[in-house]
């Protein structure tokens, strides 16, 4: 078996569309997909984000991917899928005729205003030909008004996909869903990464049904912009696409098929300086550079053996999973026994690693090239079943019965309960291990902002201003963009509520310009760094003695540590903080950011905190790595009695509240 270098892929599960990626795959020249895309994207002059997947491979990348942005016309193709779904669902007739009035008629870009008069008759399958190859507009509100302007906002949160939205009809301001949005993002929003997930199902042939994205793909391949992705294509290749330009905006997005795979990308732009309307204006030059060079780094002249399998890792799925955990099971001494059921867990992650550990390869859970090699030939075909008189025979063991007495069985790692006021260790399960929190580093991280700002509330009102630094920060996002501003205790939301680690970069760099350097870097000005000496010095003044920070957000770093009993008494500490209570406590919390060029836009953050669902619980952070597994600090109360629960190294989301509920229970029912 032969691996090609550009085999070094990164899996990116259905489940993580929402994060911030940028493959380490290398090219034939051993060059990065983000080192060909980055400059492109950072040499535009204006707002960006950008999804890039070549669906055979698996390689991919997102810049800013889950930044809500402004559509334009793109949010057509949204529309034409909800009309096919009708159509499928028998509540749509395609084959209707529609009569065009003259108050149909709307400016912009189209045939039917200018060229056809009042009268006419066209079926709705034509009026979505029209919507999608010339983005008529008097056609798009036509189809709008037959499958109803809610319903693509409505199919759309049922994909998975909840910022795109279709705000209001073409032209019809009267129409607005939501007036805010409509004059923050105009006719539609989506991310990059939600219209990928779109692109995906429709190369599947899975969005709506085999037909219905047959017959979408014609109306896409039919497109006639060719200022945007087509531009710079070679002659010949196939483009599944749909576009959008307004003002500062100019968007596209579709399947691009070539010789090595189909390649699905959206681009997504607006504030563009560049608002000219011709072919050169930059925003259509950057659609067409970023096609050409997802199109050069995908079919480089490097030959390539389409046997080599992908890297798999945690989150991946599908038949190639099922292979590895056959051939695992017949590997390993004693077998693991691991389901053959396609998905990438924990489980098969640490039988991973035990192989990897038997063959003194580096025992990272992933399996890459290395891997590949050490365990080939795979077993692709399961073994024939045995003669059912040998199983029903087998006695199989059975482990010893649980305890009837002591603190609930839970999953994770490590756990502790405390006292909310006084952060006193009441009950405990290896809770000074020292261990990886994940997210749960953010506790600390308000607690030290909030004890810089001290008893003067005017500072939680200071602005700060998100720098490059903070906006490309890996991982969990508030979504806020480098240059715009907003207020300290709004940051606290976005920082608590939905894990945002360049909240945590930017809360850093503001107040750590009041903080004394690190011993061991006496004379740096980096505020960052400032800072996180200033989260140890604050872990050494509450006693701890198993916490570590090198960062204000908890992403894996080595001498990045803290154990379950140390967490509860940073969160006591916390508690005592009013702001920081309400930040945990809130399910949702929106706000409006400043922009460089003085634009407004609003936000929207919700609670990554499962908890909060239920009645007695309040806050506090929840956090989860691979490293770290699923981890939670929860506040509660029970007939006046106030209690903090944290767990490390849950073995999955919905098993660290399991656990944290049952820890719960059985601490309020303790004498």
Known sequence: MTFSKRMAVLFISPLVWGLAILSPATGAEGDSLDTKLLPIIRAHQGQVAVAVKHLKSGVAFEYRGTVPMPTASLIKLPVMIEAYRQAHEGKLNLQKMIALKADDKVPGSGILATHFSPGMSLSIRDAIQLMIAVSDNTATNLVIDQIGLPATTDLMNRLGCPNTKLNAKVYKPETSLSPDRSQQFGLGSTTSSEMLRLLELLHRRELVSPAASDAMLTHLRACEDRDKFPADLPEGIKLAHKTGAVGAVRTDAGLLETPSGTIALCVLTSHNKDQRGVPENAGNVLCANIARAAYDYFNSDEPTDDSDPQVLQVGASGELVETLQRTLNARLKPSPKLAVDGDFGTTTQNAVIRFQKDRNLPATGIVAPETWRAIA?????????????????????????????????????????????????????????????????????????????????????????????????????????????????????????????????????????????????????????????????????????????????????????????????????????????????????????????????????????????????????????????????????????????????????????????NLFKWAWNQK
């Not at 200071?462 to 991982?475: K, P, Q, V, W």
């Not at 407004?600 to 770290?628: H, P, S, Y």
Request: glycine residues 8%.
């Open 377 to 661: 030939p795979l077993v692709l075909e399961p073994s024939p079943a045995p003669d059912p008189k040998i199983i029903n025979a087998e006695v199989l063991p059975r482990r010893p019965r649980d305890p009837v007495t002591g603190p609930p069985i839970v999953t994770a790692k490590a756990w502790a309960i405390g006292d909310q006021t006084t952060g006193q260790i009441l009950f405990q399960s290896a809770g000074d291990d020292r261990l990886p929190m994940a997210s749960t580093t953010k506790v600390m991280t308000a607690l030290v902002a909030l004890n810089l700002c001290g008893n003067d509330p005017k500072r939680l009102d200071e602005m700060i201003e998100f720098s490059h630094r903070a906006d490309r920060t890996a991982g969990t996002s508030s979504g806020i963009h480098a240059g715009e501003r907003v207020a300290v205790r709004e940051t606290l939301y976005g920082l608590m509520l939905p894990s945002g680690n360049d909240a945590a970069v930017a809360l850093a760099e503001h107040f750590g310009k009041r903080c004394a350097p690190p011993a061991d870097v006496p004379k740096t000005q980096d505020p960052l760094l400032k800072f996180v000496a200033e989260m140890n010095r604050t872990a050494d003044k509450l006693g701890l003695k198993n916490t570590h920070f090198v960062n204000p957000h908890g992403l894996p770093a080595k001498s990045h540590y803290s154990s379950a009993s140390d967490l509860v008494k940073i969160a006591a500490a916390a508690s005592k903080h009013a702001i920081l209570r309400d930040c945990a406590n809130a399910r949702q919390h929106g706000c409006q950011l400043l922009g460089p060029e003085g634009y407004r836009r609003n936000i929207v953050w919700k609670n990554t905190n499962e908890l909060l669902e239920m009645e007695g619980f309040q806050g506090l952070k929840t956090g989860t790595t691979n490293a770290a597994g699923s981890c939670l600090i929860s506040t509660g109360d029970y007939q006046n009695r106030k209690l903090i629960v944290v767990v490390l190294g849950a073995t999955s989301s919905e098993n660290r509240y399991l656990d944290t509920r």
